[in-house]
């Protein structure tokens, strides 16, 4: 009986969050409003996750799924990781593919939503949704800004922050020759001296190869403060493609790049 009462008063508890506006919870917070112990407020979640009015991303927390996600069997990524993120206290932001799509290069979908922390944490499953970190150093410097979601706010590194870590971090984001057609998607957008801003929160080698593939998808009046930056900087040249061979590659000068890749944009 105590168990079957545990079980309704859990449904009437996520009934009055999500009429409040609020779509995630703590495990701890479920026990504390229906009064059970830890192990019968668990039992009663799991009877609501069963019937998929609520997901559990992450160990202790819980998203309350409306009828529109069910199929999904969870929230959408970007609707509950600023919370989650609020929770555990990790200073993040939607990143490559995920943040290309909010600044219109939504040709290429990725398959997982992608998120930047300070250090690497573990992928989440939940129901179709998946979600994958990468570890950004500086990460607090990294320019950002937020965008709207049906469930709040979500921070987005810029469109010329996300340039930078597309390259930095290619093999997350499908090679070069994407890398190369998302930028030229992004390219209008990309102001300059934010441009050179943001480069400088990572590897100079980045900023090399960014500014190479920028003027090859034609974007050459956004690299002028770039260019200035690395031919001042830069001491050595780099491979486009840092995994493979280079030594017989041809070399850029403006960017101290070798060549070792034949990328080939989708434009």
């Known amino acids: 009986m105590k168990s079957e009462n545990a079980r309704s008063n859990a449904r009437s508890l996520i009934t009055s969050l999500a009429a409040g506006g609020r779509h995630h919870f703590t495990a701890e917070e479920a026990r504390t409003a229906l009064g059970v112990s830890a192990a019968a407020a668990k039992l009663a979640l799991a ?8 997901a559990s991303p992450a160990r202790g927390f819980y998203v309350i799924v409306p009828p529109e996600y069910q199929r999904l069997g969870c929230l959408p990524a970007d609707q509950f990781i600023p919370a989650l993120m609020e929770r555990v206290g990790a200073p993040y932001y939607a990143a490559l593919l995920s ?4 600044h219109g290069a939504a040709h290429h979908r990725p398959q997982e939503f992608q998120v930047a922390l300070a250090r690497n944490r573990k992928p989440i499953a939940c129901g179709a949704v998946r979600v994958s970190f990468i570890a950004r150093k500086r990460i607090s410097d990294v320019p950002v800004q937020s965008f709207n979601t049906p469930r709040g706010t979500i921070k987005v590194s810029t469109v010329e922050a996300t340039a930078v870590d597309l390259v930095g971090y290619d093999h997350h984001a ?5 890398v190369a057609t998302i930028l030229s998607e ?7 001296q934010r441009l050179l801003a943001a480069a400088q929160t990572a ?11 920028l003027d090859l998808v034609g974007a050459q009046e956004k690299t002028s403060a770039l260019k200035a930056y690395v031919q001042d900087k ?4 780099t491979p486009l493609l840092p995994a493979a061979p280079y030594e017989h590659a041809r070399r850029s000068a403006d960017w101290k790049v070798f060549i070792n890749a034949d990328v080939e944009p989708e434009i």
Do not use: F
Not at 47 to 54: D, N
Not at 203 to 213: D, I, N, P, T, V
Not at 234 to 237: E, F, K, N, S, Y
């Open 47 to 54: 009877r609501l996750a069963k019937q998929g009015l609520v």
């Open 99 to 102: 943040a290309a799509q909010y």
């Open 174 to 178: 499908g090679g070069l020759d994407q």
């Open 186 to 192: 992004l390219a209008e957008q990309i102001d300059p």
């Open 203 to 213: 590897s100079l080698l980045w900023a090399q190869r960014l500014g190479y593939l």
């Open 234 to 237: 830069a001491r050595d040249a």
